[in-house]
């Protein structure tokens, strides 16, 4: 059976000292799993979660950062800060980003572009929303946020990079895609990438599903061909939820 990648994206939960209980029942739990995990807490827990899961095979994510390296950039965290804290991964262009503090497919290539420039692995989300959906527009949404999101991107660094399909709809609410719809898109997203970089790296890219991923779906969802782990909220934001759907 292939790896898969399962990331749990804290948001904006959980002060240090549940972050740190949290990241330590992981470790305990899903120290000998055969999956590649992450999660991602809020900046402000990175630096005590980052001891927690240092020497496990926990990574470490951020859930945004700065499109500058430094400078007068106002509550903004850069990419150097990130990597001192040995965070490996960052999540870009989740679309609470896009659709509530209004990131652009610009602004969010910048930074990917800037994760990779450093050694961080970025998460780069795409997903439609549920009107682009109903007026057919699934695949000029899905395939701009992608081509955008990756221009500049050398093939070289492509294998570096993770894309997660969350459609907007599914995410917080319950509703999930089906997994043959879910599927359907990652099958697009490949089509994408082939034209881009060709079928080898559009086969082997890693697509991960999010959106109200539970233990109780997990299952079905990762069985899918062309979904290659999950990115999950809701349910990473404790143990019993988490674990099952690493070891679904
Ligand atoms: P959810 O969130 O699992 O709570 O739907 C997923 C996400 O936003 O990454």
Redesign the pocket.
Same mark, same amino acid.
């Given at each position: 059976m292939k790896q898969l990648y399962i990331a749990g994206?804290w948001?904006m939960h959980k002060t240090v000292a549940e972050s740190v209980a949290l990241a330590k029942d992981l470790v305990a739990k899903l120290g000998a799993s055969g999956q590649k995990v992450m999660i991602a807490p809020a900046f402000t827990a990175l630096a005590s979660v980052a001891a927690v899961v240092k020497g496990t095979k926990i990574r470490l994510g951020a859930q945004n950062m700065g499109p500058e390296e430094q400078g007068a950039h106002t509550g903004e965290v850069s990419v150097l800060m990130l990597k001192d804290l040995g965070v490996s991964t960052v999540i870009l262009g989740? =679309? +609470?980003r896009r659709h509530s503090y209004k990131e652009d497919d610009g602004l969010i290539n910048k930074k990917v572009l800037l994760a990779l420039k450093h050694g961080i692995e970025p998460i780069l989300c795409v997903g439609e929303t549920l009107e682009e959906r109903e007026a057919g527009r699934l695949e000029s949404v899905i395939g701009t946020q992608v081509r955008e999101g990756l221009k500049g991107v050398d093939a070289a660094v492509l294998a570096k990079l993770v894309i *997660?399909y +969350?459609p907007v709809w *599914?995410?917080?609410?319950g509703k999930t895609a089906t997994p043959q719809d879910a599927d359907a898109v990652h099958a697009y997203i490949r089509k994408v990438l082939a034209g881009l970089y060709g079928e080898g790296p559009a086969k082997s890219m890693c697509i991960q599903y %999010? %959106? =109200?991923?539970k233990a109780d779906n997990a299952k079905e969802l990762m069985g899918m061909a062309n979904i290659d782990g999950a990115?999950? %909220? %809701? *349910? =990473?934001l404790k143990a019993e939820t988490f674990v099952p759907i690493v070891e679904f």
């Open positions: 994206n948001k989740h =679309s +609470e *997660a +969350e *599914a995410i917080g609410t %999010g %959106g =109200s991923v990115l999950v %909220g %809701g *349910a =990473s």
